[in-house]
């Protein structure tokens, strides 16, 4: 399940993008602006969620695996 919604936030990241170069090529700074940031806090968040630690595990397979014990 875990790995659907990352796929989902990666494919709306992408649709943000898009929709901002859309916004700005019709002249609308501020929402364009405003899709792009929102962009980058998806995808950071995705990168912190599939980043690898130190000892090579990511938070998205500690989750899978039901958290630390």
């Known amino acids: 399940m875990l790995d659907t919604a990352l796929s989902l936030l990666m494919l709306a990241a992408v649709a943000l993008v898009g929709g901002a170069v ?3 090529r019709r002249g609308e ?4 602006v405003l899709m792009l940031t929102l962009a980058g806090v998806m995808v950071m968040n995705l990168i912190i969620w599939t980043l690898p630690d130190k000892t090579g595990s990511t938070l998205a ?3 899978k695996q039901g ?3």
């Open 22 to 24: 859309f916004l700005l």
């Open 29 to 32: 700074r501020k929402r364009s």
């Open 61 to 63: 397979e500690a989750a």
């Open 67 to 69: 958290g630390p014990q």
